[in-house]
């Protein structure tokens, strides 16, 4: 651990000293940094970057790589209907395993992206609940892809829907998620708006979205159990959903490793 020469104290959380970076690129990468963390310490945006930016990059890899797995299997599953099937039934086909794995290793990279959250946006109680809501919508990913629902809606054909423990805990599991989601986007929207309004009404937007369209196919879905309606598009209702809070994710992402570099790599 080596002593900051600047703050006259040892610096920690694997922090740079600030010894090792030059005056000027240092001044510079202040100002680039205020806009975005107006009460951070002077001490706090000496991180360790490289490492930030591909945690970061993992929130960009799930995002794009997530619902692109998902449709791709769903559009190719012989019975499946991504306009009637939730993302979770695919887990219970005979290609269950596929699922299985792009939710725990996407539930890995949300996790991932959660511990780059908490390095560029602490301090602050956004920077903490932020990261804290990400890393357990990784875990519900994960534990979703662990623990099957169950077969509904005719899906796996030639399966009687039934309802078991597992599926009870399944759709908790995914009413955590959905929360979450929503949630994150809701409490990070008050760091973005500081720098700009245009990205606080977007992440705003994003999160109103996710937790409409989650409510309303988990009615949807239940009104076709109950015989109410016929082949109601609670599949596209979801899917929806998760595509909406995917493209929050890598966008925020993008803009977030845009910022670290422009802090590493002054113009």
């Known amino acids: 651990m080596a002593t900051c020469s600047t703050h006259g104290r040892s610096c920690s959380r694997s922090l740079i000293p600030c010894s090792l970076v030059h005056a000027e690129t240092a001044e510079v990468c202040r100002e680039a940094w205020s806009a975005w963390r107006p009460r951070m310490p002077a001490r706090a945006w000496f991180v360790t970057l490289a490492p930030t930016r591909l945690l970061l990059a993992a929130g960009v890899v799930a995002g794009i790589g997530m619902p692109a797995a998902i449709v791709a299997d769903g559009v190719t599953r012989p019975g499946y209907s991504l306009w009637h099937h939730g993302a979770s039934q695919l887990g219970t086909g005979p290609r269950w395993w596929l699922l299985t794995t792009t939710f725990v ?3 890995l990279l949300l996790i991932a992206f959660a511990a780059g959250l908490r390095r560029v946006l602490h301090p602050g109680a956004d920077g903490r609940w932020v990261p804290i809501l990400l890393a357990v919508c990784g875990l519900s990913f994960i534990a979703a892809g662990v623990i099957p629902t169950d077969p509904a809606l005719g899906y796996p054909p030639g399966q009687v829907s039934v309802v078991t423990v597992a599926g009870r805990v399944h759709g908790l599991i995914g009413l955590v998620l959905f ?7 809701f409490v990070l929207a008050r760091r973005l708006r500081l720098r700009s309004r245009t990205w606080g009404r977007f992440s705003r937007a994003c999160g109103l ?39 929050w994710i890598t966008v925020v992402g993008l803009r977030l490793n845009r910022v670290v570099d422009s802090a590493r790599h002054p113009s």
């Open 105 to 107: 290793l996407g539930g």
């Open 179 to 185: 929360a979450c989601l929503s949630a994150s986007a």
């Open 209 to 247: 979205l996710v937790i409409v369209l989650a409510v309303v196919a988990g009615s949807v879905y239940r009104l076709e159990v109950a015989g109410v309606l016929r082949q109601a598009p609670a599949g596209l209702l979801e899917h929806g959903a998760l595509l909406v809070a995917f493209c």
